[in-house]
């Protein structure tokens, strides 16, 4: 075993790192779900002629059982997402799959006996959208339900969906949820109380309205009909909830993310069974982002499982790792671990395993390509609890501004002796200075009253900390001078080498809710240049094998994409070389990073 290595604690990591093994070649990992039997089914894809969907049934060790590399197409590609083991001890698994050419990808279903052979695969086409699964859940009558997004590509919105199957992949129903222009569903659950719970984001086509940029929740009927919704809204925080699970004391645990200064910050916030919030908190780390997107249940409390994400100035790249945010169950912060491994390009969908421990999926590089990784952590081991003294409280941001009739939330933190801080938002006491300007509630929520200026106050333990309001007015221009967002026609490209691709950047506009290519008016970077970029009229060139992420930025906006560049394809009957690792789940003890 390695032990686990942190930049964000001194203390080292209280899990470490079991087993890690490479799965394929020019592969990548998207998810990993625990097996009854003790073994793991991992998903992603990989390329073989084309991209095709990548399913591996592992051993307990993570050594291959049984693997298969699926298409819905003869040309086109395919990527497996989702998956859960049925009942009857056969697996369904979904992703999405296009034809070569077409742009939109359709729902990609799978389904495996226990053994591993395929009982059947179909694709669901609905017109005009590009399906993105998130969540499988197997009903009580044996059907399933699927959740996800669809996205429309000529207004570039998304529309959030659930779809009911029967066992043989019949559709019996397919309902798509509008709530404010732009959403889509990350998470399904059946409810506690009957009925099941969805969580996502709810995002706005028209900038003027309150409900931009929410954490959205919802319920459904067993029939997919929404019986209430909310929605926590925070004007340009992109908050969105990736996770949810039932809380121990009744209600749900929801694991979120919003952008504060720039940054990722994980959310969890605590709900009863209608969806009211009883209690939220925040986790920042300074500069660095944290996307989690997956929570589980401890011993403790509670897991986040995802990826740290640290900007290297020296070398103007980013830098992910595989980490464990972990919590007691009233959210207290217990700690932030951080993995050590080779370059990671990208993370998937972790899991929680039965022994108390932790998987992670994700894609590393190898040489000039990248492939499916999976890294085992043991369960965390017991730690004393570390002294410390409070010395005092500051807000996470020195000021807020906002629109009248919006509102807006803060993280004020605690501040230790030991340099250390924790979230105690929910603990202060808050006043406004004006609050015909600007009130504030119990949970530290500023709403804008009208335009001026003033402050809100917390209180805690002797200590008082304020932060500056700026209530701006309803029609002003000032607070998004984008007014709308920048979108690639992909996330991701995967060409080969001496290849071009022509590819798009849009504007979307909320006040007209229209959607323009201004794709020669944008700069565009490479974060290896000597790997793949883009000239000036959106060609993306691919110059040798290897990885790459490329960003255009316009007015001040900014959106990226991750860039595969592949040999070029051999001759038929001629075997592709490998690029560095295992096929075979080897352990790579030797490979690691050091």
């Known amino acids: 075993m390695w032990p686990g290595f942190s930049l964000a604690a001194a203390e080292p990591t209280r899990s470490a790192i079991e087993w890690s093994k490479d799965y394929g070649s020019q592969s990548s990992g998207e998810g990993v779900i625990p ?12 390329y073989d002629s084309y991209r095709k969907a990548y399913v591996v049934k592992l051993d307990g060790e993570g050594q291959v059982e049984w693997e298969h590399k699926l298409s819905y197409y003869d040309w086109g590609g395919s990527t497996a997402y ?16 296009s034809e070569e050419f077409e742009p939109i990808r359709q729902l990609f279903l799978i389904r495996l006996d226990a053994s591993g052979n395929v009982v059947w695969q179909k694709a669901m086409d609905v017109q005009g959208y590009d399906q993105n699964p998130k969540a499988i859940v197997e009903t009580e009558d044996g ?15 998304d529309r959030a969906y659930i779809a009911k199957i029967d066992q043989n992949g019949n559709t019996l129903w397919y309902n798509q949820y509008s709530f404010s222009g732009s959403d889509y569903l990350t998470d399904l659950i059946p409810a506690s109380d009957g009925g099941y719970i969805a969580v996502g984001h709810a995002g706005m086509v028209e900038y003027e309205s309150r ?44 694991l979120s993310r919003k952008s ?17 919030v009883q209690w939220e908190k925040t986790y920042p780390d300074g500069a660095n982002s944290q996307n989690f997107n997956r929570l589980v249940q401890t011993e403790e409390g509670y897991a986040m499982l995802g990826e740290h994400v640290t900007y290297l100035d020296w070398s103007s790249e980013w830098k992910h790792q595989y980490s464990v945010l972990s919590v007691d169950r009233s959210g207290g912060l217990i700690s932030r671990e951080l993995f050590k491994g080779p370059p990671i390009y990208r993370v998937g969908t972790a899991s929680g395993t039965p022994d108390g421990g932790y998987i992670f999926p994700g894609t590393v590089q190898r040489g000039d390509s990248g492939k499916f990784q999976l890294m085992k952590l043991t369960p965390p081991a017991d730690q004393p609890p570390v002294e410390r003294t409070l010395t005092g409280i500051a807000f996470l941001e020195k000021e807020k501004k906002l629109k009248t009739g919006s509102s807006v939330s803060t993280v004020l ?7 250390t801080r924790s979230d105690l938002s929910n603990a202060a006491v808050y006043v406004s200075g004006d609050a015909a300007i600007a009130e504030v509630d119990a949970l530290g929520r500023i709403t804008g009253r009208e335009p001026g200026d003033t402050y809100v106050e917390a209180s805690y333990e002797g200590y008082t900390a304020r932060l500056n309001v700026t209530v701006l007015p309803e ?11 920048l ?20 504007l979307y506009d909320y006040s007209t809710q229209t959607r323009s290519d201004i794709t020669k008016q944008v700069q565009f970077s490479s974060s290896h240049p000597d790997v793949a970029e883009v000239d000036g009229e959106g060609n993306l060139i691919g110059h040798k094998p290897g990885l790459t992420q490329i960003s255009a930025q316009y007015k001040g906006g900014r959106t990226m994409a991750s860039v595969q560049v592949v040999r070029a394809a051999a001759p038929i009957g001629t075997d592709l070389p490998d690029q560095g690792g295992t096929d075979n789940g080897e352990d790579l003890e030797n490979s690691v990073e050091e």
């Open 475 to 485: 029609d002003t221009g000032e607070y998004d001078p984008l007014n709308g967002y």
């Open 35 to 46: 097996t009854s039997d003790g073994g793991y089914l991992a998903l992603g894809d990989i």
């Open 82 to 97: 989702r998956a859960i083991e049925t009942r009857d001890g056969g697996y369904l698994i979904a992703g999405n799959t």
């Open 413 to 419: 933190q605690a501040v230790y002796d030991d340099g």
């Open 260 to 276: 504060v200064n720039g940054n990722g910050v994980p959310v969890l916030t605590k709900t009863d069974l209608t969806g009211q």
């Open 487 to 506: 979108e690639l026609d992909s996330s991701q490209y995967s060409l080969s080498e001496g290849s071009t691709l022509d590819i798009k950047v849009f």
């Open 211 to 254: 409900e931009h940029d929410a954490m959205l929740v919802m319920k459904i009927d067993d029939q997919g009909k929404e019986v209430w919704s909310k929605q926590s809204v925070e004007p340009r925080s992109g908050w969105t909830a990736y996770s949810v699970i039932p809380a121990e004391d009744g209600g749900y645990m929801i």
């Open 143 to 157: 059907s399933f339900l699927i959740a996800g997004s669809g996205i429309v590509h000529w207004v570039a919105y």
